[in-house]
T-cell receptor, first 116, second 116 residues
Framework: GAVVSQHPSWVICKSGTSVKIECRSL??????MFWYRQFPKQSLMLMAT?????????EQGVEKDKFLINHASLTLSTLTVTSAHPEDSSFYIC????????????FGSGTRLTVV | GQQVMQIPQYQHVQEGEDFTTYCNSS?????IQWYKQRPGGHPVFLIQLVKSGEVKKQKRLTFQFGEAKKNSSLHITATQTTDVGTYFCAGVWGLNYGGATNKLIFGTGTLLAVQP
């Protein structure tokens, strides 16, 4: 089946530093990818829609200068958390729709970010 | 805004008992999807419902979409320990052509615990 590969699976960084998270669609082209954030025992909150070759669309309340999204190719989207703070610690996860029947979205395995 | 509420937040059952989670939107949905997330894992697509009043079955799982396309339910018959996890509905509003660019808004989720 369709696979979205997400790296790293976990990362610990110091406050004030930046962290880049990558999502790759391995066997399909994804002109659109979605980035979510999930706090413990909570739901997935959509942060932004990543569009290949154009600017990302951010959900209300999400700082675009803090969460930089780049979708440079049909198979790669990146999320960079800039000047990270402890409150940014969360589970970040990407998804895309492979359009291979069933209409379900495929999710990456997620990135556990801890800012110390 | 687009919000999807789910009840209950948590349910604990004995193995063999039935389980139901309910999903409600304040506005009419284009379609609704259901996902399962195991502890520490990522959401996995279960099914999509599109038509008003639609009912779909997957083995012990029965999914329903309300007549007004504002609510949905997932019913599991005779739960097993493998059913443990959080079940999310995810709504789609205003379908875009092709489907791959439609963003999903996740419900609040229902955590299912099954005691052997």
């Amino acid at each position: 089946g369709a696979v979205v590969s997400q790296h790293p699976s976990w990362v610990i960084c110091k406050s004030g530093t930046s962290v880049k998270i990558e999502c790759r669609s391995l066997d399909f082209q994804a002109t659109t990818m979605f980035w979510y954030r999930q706090f413990p025992k909570q739901s997935l909150m959509l942060m932004a829609t990543s569009n290949e070759g154009s600017k990302a669309t951010y959900e209300q309340g999400v700082e675009k200068d803090k969460f930089l999204i780049n979708h440079a190719s049909l198979t790669l989207s990146t999320l960079t958390v800039t000047s990270a703070h402890p409150e940014d610690s969360s589970f970040y996860i990407c998804s895309a729709n492979p359009r291979t029947g069933g209409d379900g979205y495929t999710f990456g395995s997620g990135t556990r970010l801890t800012v110390v | 805004g687009q919000q999807v509420m789910q009840i209950p937040q948590y349910q604990h059952v004995q193995e063999g008992e039935d389980f139901t989670t309910y999903c409600n939107s304040s506005t009419t949905l284009s379609n609704i999807q259901w996902y399962k997330q195991r502890p520490g894992g990522h959401p996995v697509f279960l099914i999509q419902l599109v038509k008003s009043g639609e009912v779909k079955k997957q083995k012990r799982l029965t999914f329903q979409f309300g007549e007004a396309k504002k609510n949905s339910s997932l019913h599991i018959t005779a739960t097993q320990t493998t059913d443990v996890g959080t079940y999310f509905c995810a709504g789609v509003w205003g379908l875009n052509y092709g489907g791959a660019t439609n963003k999903l808004i996740f419900g609040t989720g229902t955590l299912l615990a099954v005691q052997p």
